[in-house]
């Protein structure tokens, strides 16, 4: 390949890079077509790009990125598939639905979710629990709306009370 085809695919890995929060590398060798294939359909339903790439362009791709992606490093070797997203749980939630059909793949090597490295198979569990931007703001407004409802029910229960005290009243005058 010619220093300048590698050049314009490393721009290229770049501006992907750029597009997204989080990045997950993985390990798909092992895996025949029908698979593959199967998980680039999931990838591409839950809205998360798959790309197969060479680990010495990601790694200058890396390094030509704004984004410290250093704690990555030590992990390109092997075969290496990026899952991106702008969701940090999404892909970790396909690997792990994904695996209920296959026993051991894709595998994790590591992910850069939100500026935080993760690094291992054995960090999966915690990167599925990680929650996303829109599920912590359900959060938030669920936590704001809390005491409002419960000033609103006894406001209501308080009137029943007072209606029910005021009639008894009014039928004990009778």
Do not use: W
Not at 130 to 143: F, G, M, P, Q, Y
């Amino acid at each position: 390949m010619k220093k300048e085809d590698k050049s314009l695919i490393i721009e290229k890995i770049g501006n992907v890079l750029g597009e997204y929060s989080c990045v997950y590398l993985t390990q798909t060798s092992g895996l025949n077509a029908e698979r593959t294939s199967a998980l680039r359909r999931a990838c591409f339903k839950d809205d998360i790009k798959m790309l197969c790439v060479k680990n010495t362009l990601l790694k200058k791709a890396f390094e030509a990125s704004e984004t410290d992606y250093s704690g990555l490093y030590d992990l390109l070797h092997g075969e290496t598939t990026l899952l991106l997203s702008n969701t940090g749980n999404a892909p970790a939630k396909l690997i792990k639905k994904f695996r209920q059909k296959n026993d051991t793949l894709p595998m994790l090597k590591g992910a850069f979710v939100e500026e935080s490295v993760y690094v291992g198979e054995a960090q999966l569990d915690t990167l599925s629990n990680i929650k996303s931007k829109n599920e912590l703001i359900a959060d938030v407004v669920a936590l704001l709306q809390s005491p409002a409802k419960n000033v609103i029910s006894a406001l209501q229960s308080g009137a029943n009370k007072l209606h029910g005290i005021l009639e008894t009243l009014s039928n004990k005058e009778n």
